[in-house]
């Protein structure tokens, strides 16, 4: 059952923990690290180094691309954040064919993002490592948060593949124009689940069901990009500068649209109004 043993089963439900503990464990199964942040030789600055067992393994010329960097939930997690122009692997083929650069970053206790997953870390880690003015990107059980986030401040877009109607009671509160995209035979979430999202939206764009695809292929589609491209390129302002994403497993991203500079390392998502965390 979601990777947990029988022993692992027993143990969690056996020894009572809270509801939310519960939930927690079967929704969050975080793997082993594949890369770790050392330092660059400046105080403050980070490099990437991949591990053996990761799926990637990038080139110096693609792992020069990369910007990685450090920041503070309001829980006093450390999140790690991502900035890769011209992507890497997936991430490269998605931005090169959107002519997009993407923000990406760990869920708490993912990678070497420290805490442990939970709902609540979930909104924090993603308040604290988006950048500013964004299109959000979210899926599976990360368009939860980006609908939270969403709803509370202004963005210039959002991206929902996969989602989840947890994240019902947020979506008429989201004024930004939002694209929802799924498998219609996706045999994790079915999908009504973004039918009911995209009838709720009053700002929903034509939305892309894709017939035949499941859970983790609807990039295959060639529908996919194309939605994707036509969404960021014609159908948001020209001033709109980026799209957001996050862990590839189920995640919450920003995809930029390639700028002349980056981020500041550390820089939280500032849109006006918004305290910095």
Not at 172 to 182: D, G, R, V
Request: charged letters at 20%.
């Amino acid at each position: 059952m979601n990777g947990l043993s029988v022993t692992e089963l027993c143990c969690l439900f056996c020894c009572p923990p809270c509801p939310g503990r519960i939930a927690a464990k079967l929704a969050f199964l975080p793997p082993e690290p594949t890369y770790l942040l050392v330092l660059a030789g400046t105080p403050g600055r980070w490099k990437l180094h991949l591990m053996e067992r990761a799926d990637f393994q990038y080139s110096q010329r693609e792992l020069h691309t990369i910007e990685v960097f450090l920041t503070k939930s309001s829980r006093g997690n450390r999140i790690s954040c991502m900035y890769v122009r011209w992507m890497s692997s997936f991430y490269i083929g998605l931005g090169t064919r959107i002519n997009c650069n993407i923000f990406s970053y760990d869920y708490s206790g993912y990678g070497v993002s420290s805490g442990k997953p939970s709902e609540k870390n979930l909104y924090a880690d993603i308040d604290a490592a988006c950048p500013d003015s964004v299109v959000l990107y979210g899926q599976g059980i990360g368009t939860v948060p980006t609908m939270d986030l969403a709803s509370l401040y202004e963005c210039a877009a959002v991206v929902l593949r996969s989602p989840l109607t947890s994240g019902m009671r947020k979506v008429s509160k989201i004024t930004s124009p939002m694209l929802i995209i799924h498998g219609m035979e996706d045999e994790v979430i079915d999908f009504s689940h973004g039918l009911v999202l995209y009838e709720r939206h009053p700002k929903a764009v034509e939305p892309l069901w894709v017939e035949g695809a499941g859970r983790n292929d609807i990039e295959l589609y060639s529908q996919y990009l194309e939605r994707l491209r036509r969404f960021i390129s014609q159908e948001l302002p020209t001033s709109a500068p980026s799209l957001v994403a996050g862990p590839s497993c189920a995640g919450t991203s920003a995809i930029r649209r390639r700028l002349d500079t980056a981020p500041a390392p550390g820089a939280a998502c500032e849109p006006p109004g918004r305290p910095t965390p």
